[in-house]
């Protein structure tokens, strides 16, 4: 009996340091800027989405929505070209040089991206790639391919060869019976990892700011704008990224855990 | 139906010999089965057969055509793997259907066809589950009908039933070899078990270290193995090797060896020779060879005994003899074979000497 309490008490406290912080975010962004500076109230008289409206319209929020889908879309229809086939060679073939490419990708991996803005920005310019949407994405393809290629080679060691030989001997080519069989296998992993990919294009803030400066995907934008407006702006910008990453997450919940899953084998 | 020729063919692995050169030549209809310990390259030659892996040199015939350097798909074979490989996306019925479906037949064909095969095998009431919802017994006679739905010259089949348990592989067993003579199709038949090699091959191939040591019926590959290899591989338990010294009068000759005294009817010409003589062909008491040895350990089997004994010498010598039979470890028992049951080897080339 006293185990159950302390197992409750134990639940609710760790749902309470998740999650209180993200209530007052959604509490803060949608109070009345009379409510938010009264320190009477903590529950406001009335919610508005006076914030969100300002945000989205007047200052421009919804465009830095649309370029930062694209760049993430860009990103994601640039990193899965590349990074599936490479992931696909890293499960099923042996070849020289294997590990150390597996370990220059990891590497990659552990070179802030903040370190490469400042040169990027420089040979941008000279290209004239700086301040466009495909700059962006394609620095974030650079931050989302070494992901892609690990989780989807981990992915496909995970589906049987013999799956797609049986394909192969059956009467399929080899690229067929990949499309055919091993693709529709793979499909549930690789969509959660696309969606992994999209939040992670959509939440990075650093080089976007560096190498836009009207072209500003949704992260940079709020950092140059809400920074410096009250409170409750910078609550209602937290919602606005929040809340589409949150959806996605909340839909492919049982995918990315089998992805990762897979991954840690 | 097809004859299937392999002539000269290597698959080197860097500096692994998978492959080392294999002539064989498997008549239309037959079922061979392919035999040896893991790593003998028994499943690289059926994956070279399929297309799956390419070889090195050499060159493959069905028929007469050459299809050494095909693709898997343009050679009309069809394979059982291992894992079976039953696609988990697919209904039973759209597995068994699926390679009609690539080569382009009608939809009342396609459904003719798998209605006969899954009545072949028995799983017509299964149709249209997902694999994930059968039973591993009930998979492979799905990945069965899959590859026979199609009339393939040639069907390959990888340890089908290395996976099913001790019962049911009994069964299938027979079930598969029925099948297969019914429908008549070419069968190459991969496995490491000696009694699914006797029991459904026509004949036998046994492989070592990517080499053929020998291909022929049962019957020949136990009576007359040509190496210790196969002497050694076939039977269960394995049979017992004694060096023995050639005593010889010039028409007669006496192996000597283990304190054992073999007379046999000619010089096998050679100074020293392994006698090969299986566990089942040594019989207690006195005999046309006897010898005394000292029991240290027996496994009964009920309908045979298995005796772990020791020579003079402390040669282990393993002998089975039917029936239920009661030894206590340390005594001492008189067993004899008769001559005509040994086998002779040639102890540097290992090959067998014919007397």
Known sequence: MLKKLFFWIAVILIAMWFLTPIVMIFLAAFTPAEDYYNPHKIIPSHLTFEHLYKLLFLLDGWKSIIISVEVALIAIGLSFLIGLPAGYAMARYKFKGKRAINLTILLTRSIPLIVVAVPLIVIYMKVGLSDTVLGVALAHTAMILPFVVLITSSIFSGISVEYEEAGMVFGLTHFQSFVKITLPLALPGLAASAIYSFIMSWNEVFVASILTLTNRTLPAHILNTAMASPDYFKFAAGVMMAVPAMIFIFFTRKYLISMWGISLK | ??????????????????????????????????????????????????????????????????????????????????????????????????????????????????????????????????????????????????????????????????????????????????????????????????????????????????????????????????????????????????RAKTVSDGTKAILKGHGVDIPISSDPGLEEVVVGIRPEHIGLGKGEVSFEATVFFIEKLMSSTIIHSTLEDGKEIVSMIPGDHEFKNGEKVTMSFSTEKIHLFDPKTERRIEI
């Not at chain 2, 050679?75 to 079976?84: D, E, G, K, L, P």
């Not at chain 2, 006679?141 to 039933?161: F, G, H, Q, S, T």
């Not at chain 2, 592989?169 to 099948?179: D, F, W």
Request: aromatic share 6%; proline share 4%; net charge positive.
């Open chain 2, 1 to 242: 139906m097809a004859r299937v020729r392999i002539e000269n063919l290597k698959k080197y692995f860097g500096e692994v010999k998978a492959l080392d050169g294999i002539t064989l030549d498997i008549e239309d209809g037959e079922f061979l089965v392919l035999l040896g310990p893991s790593g003998c390259g028994k499943t690289t030659l059926l994956r070279s057969v399929s297309g799956l892996e390419s070889v090195t040199s050499g060159k493959i015939f069905f028929n007469d055509k050459d299809v050494t350097n095909l693709q898997p798909k343009d050679r009309n074979i069809s394979m059982v793997f291992q894992s079976y490989a039953v696609w988990p996306h697919m209904k039973v019925r759209d597995n068994i259907g699926y390679p009609m479906k690539i080569k382009g037949h009608s939809k009342e064909e396609i459904e003719r066809r798998v209605n006969w095969a899954a009545n072949m095998l028995n799983i017509s009431e299964l149709l249209d589950r997902y694999p994930s919802q059968l039973s591993g017994g009930q998979r492979q006679r799905v990945a069965v009908a899959r590859a026979i739905v199609l009339n393939p010259a040639v069907l390959l089949m990888d340890e089908p039933l290395s996976n099913l348990d001790a019962l049911l592989r009994v069964k299938m067993r027979s079930e598969l070899k029925k099948l297969q003579e019914e429908l008549g199709v070419t069968t190459i038949y991969v496995t490491h078990d000696q009694v699914e090699a006797m029991t459904m091959g026509d004949r036998i191939a046994v492989m070592n270290r990517g080499k053929l040591q020998q291909v022929g019926t049962a019957s020949e590959i136990y009576h007359k193995p040509v190496n210790m290899f196969v002497a050694g591989f076939i039977g269960s338990p394995q049979m017992n090797f004694l």
